[in-house]
């Protein structure tokens, strides 16, 4: 059973250039959550989605950046005209999705480095 | 608002000493907790995690943490540290009634010396 998958591992983009982040779920697991990791922090939540559905996007920043898990596919966290400031690690997290608290798995994230 | 507080940026511990990372939270839940490490360029992996029962969790690696909810702490503790431990620990909380979604702190850089 493959864990949480997440490509690109790496990422470089030039100021202004959009990012694609893609996370695929453990199988079985229909909730989706993106965090983010800041230099030197501890990572942050950015938004819950389960398929075709955003549950929460209260971490998400207002502009720029956008979140879908679609019927078929991988959960995708877009950022639009990226800038320095978004340079960070994304993770992705996966869970079985229920009424009861369950643990989430992790992805390897991905870094994203804008230049 | 829900937080989670780990007071040491840095621990630095000597192999085969003994080990405890603090963690408080703050939450107006009931509060689901657990202890996830990190290696440099890695993801998390779940060292232990407390729903409910007894208060004293075992995990892997020979880590252990006790919940004790009148000081809102959980404290992650190991007996003999291994140089292979040294890494960064992220304490976190969760709560059915916001959605699963975890609460982190800031983490915790253990070094080991020899």
């Known amino acids: 059973n493959a864990g949480v998958m997440q490509n690109p591992r790496h990422l470089v983009r030039r100021r202004g250039q959009e990012a694609r982040l893609r996370c695929s779920p453990m199988k079985g697991h229909s909730h989706v959550y993106w965090y983010r990791q800041l230099p030197e922090e501890g990572l942050k939540f950015m938004v819950y989605l389960q398929k075709e559905n955003i549950i929460d996007e209260s971490g998400m920043p207002k502009e720029r950046f956008s979140a879908e898990f679609p019927k078929e596919g991988p959960s995708i966290l877009r950022i639009q005209q990226v800038v320095r400031g978004d340079s960070a690690a994304y993770f992705c997290?996966?869970?079985?999705?229920?009424?009861?608290?369950?643990?989430?798995?992790f992805g390897q994230g991905t870094r994203l480095t804008v230049v | 608002a829900q937080s989670v507080t780990q007071p040491d940026i840095h621990i630095t511990v000597s192999e085969g000493a003994s080990l405890e990372l603090r963690c408080n939270y703050s939450y107006g839940a009931t509060p689901y907790l657990f202890w996830y490490v990190q290696s440099p360029g890695q993801g998390l992996q779940l060292l232990l995690k407390?729903?409910?029962?007894?208060?004293l969790v075992q995990g892997i690696k020979g880590f252990e943490a006790e919940f004790k909810r009148s000081q809102s702490s959980f404290n992650l503790r190991k007996p003999s540290v291994h140089w292979s431990d040294a890494a960064e620990y992220f304490c976190?909380?969760?709560?059915?009634?916001?959605?699963?979604?975890?609460?982190f702190g800031a983490g915790t850089i253990l070094r080991v010396k020899s």
């Open positions: 976190a909380v969760g709560a059915r009634e916001y959605g699963n979604k975890l609460v």
């Open positions: 997290a996966s869970s079985p999705g229920s009424n009861r608290v369950t643990e989430a798995f």
């Open positions: 407390y729903f409910s029962g007894d208060t």
